[in-house]
């Protein structure tokens, strides 16, 4: 019984389906009606139209000015964050919303190979994202999406949170990122920026270095002179000595003692340079530097730009001058505390004049 009541809806449904209506009025009812019958359901049947139809209409209008309100408010909150980034690049923000970041070192990946790039600073503020142009030699570009918000600085899938140490500069030596680019070996500077940015902030761009293939230079073989063997005579053999095991000797405790690293990383966190009688800061700069090799670090203050000779050697950095010669130059010693990054403080007297630098030195290899 039950399957027969099923079918029997079911072939009920299909016919409803199947009946024609007369100004909604099915048409057999409608055939039996007569004319007064039919002038009066076409009278409700128009006056229903006209309801449903004014009542969409009404319902569309509200959802248009529903849209133009959320419209509306996302725009005053975009106007709203615009102002508030403005306001702190114009140096009226909190200490800490702010911040310079220098990206150098490393190489970036555009299609299917690395490049290296020219170092870029550039000033980002809390609740902004800025979108870094990346263009290689082929004319292929593509986009380093950087953001400043939440307390953090992140990109490419890399994550800084806030730190104090972000107020004197904070260094992050050999940065590799997961992301499209997959930059690696990048050295990231990070400094809370206390002054106004409003003259700083042009588009920033990054810029890839064309690479030469290296010039092999050659030297002629030089023929070299068989060896000279002497012979000499043999001499005669003593006679055999029954050797006497010595007593047996305490060895000291090996104490290990910490050795000078092979590489470096030097950063230049802030410092005075005077610029047509004026004193200017300057802005940070890092570099890497070997054992036995010489380097020149650049410090930019506005316009101006000048070299500070650097020079590793024997565990020793000595800064715009050379071993033994001058008395300006300024010699770092090694210590345990490179192996974490010491900051040092001091006047630069020699090639270049800097007041109140402060410079940190960190242990690489």
């Known amino acids: 019984m039950k ?69 509306a408010r996302l725009a005053a909150l975009e106007q709203e964050r615009q102002e508030r980034i403005e306001a702190i ?105 206390d002054r106004s940015s409003r003259f700083e902030r042009e588009v920033p761009r990054l810029v890839i270095i064309r690479e030469e293939p290296p010039v092999v ?13 002497i012979v000499e005579k043999e001499r005669p053999k003593p006679p055999p000595v029954t050797p006497v095991p010595p007593p047996p000797v305490r060895q000291p405790a090996t104490q290990s003692t910490a050795h000078p690293p092979r590489s470096v990383a030097v950063a230049l966190l802030s410092g005075e340079l005077k610029v047509q009688g004026k004193k200017q800061q300057v802005e940070p700069s890092t570099l890497r530097i070997a054992e036995g090799e010489s380097r020149e670090l650049t410090v930019k203050s506005g316009n101006e730009t000048r070299t500070v000779s650097l020079r590793y050697l024997n565990g020793e950095l000595f800064i715009d001058g050379t071993p033994g010669k001058g008395r300006n130059d300024i010699r770092l010693r090694f210590e ?11 006047d630069l007297k020699g090639k270049v004049f800097l007041e109140k630098v402060e410079m940190k030195v960190t242990a690489g290899e």
């Open 89 to 193: 690049h114009r140096g009226e923000g909190a200490f800490g919303e702010l911040i310079r970041v220098r990206l150098q070192g490393g190489e970036i990946k555009i299609g299917d190979r690395h490049h290296h790039y020219e170092p870029l600073t550039f000033t980002i503020a809390d609740g902004e994202t800025r979108r870094i142009g990346v263009a290689d030699r082929k004319g292929r570009e593509v986009e380093l999406t950087v953001t400043y918000a939440g307390g953090a600085l992140t990109f490419e899938g890399l994550r800084f949170p806030y730190d104090r140490r972000w107020g004197k500069g904070e260094l992050y030596t050999d940065t590799g990122t997961s992301g499209p680019l997959a930059l690696r070996g990048v050295d990231v500077f990070i400094k809370v920026h």
């Open 217 to 229: 230079i050659r030297e002629r073989e030089r023929s070299t002179p068989p060896p000279t063997i």
């Open 3 to 71: 399957i027969i009541s099923v079918i029997c809806l079911i072939l009920a449904s299909l016919l409803a389906a199947c009946t024609h209506y007369m100004y909604g009025v099915p048409q057999e009812n409608w055939d039996r009606m007569s004319e007064a019958e039919r002038i009066e359901a076409i009278r409700v049947y128009e006056q229903e139209q006209r309801v449903r139809r004014q009542a969409a209409e009404e319902q569309a209008r509200r959802q248009a000015v529903e849209r133009e309100r959320e419209r």
């Open 336 to 346: 345990k505390d490179w192996k974490a990054g010491k900051v040092y403080r001091f």
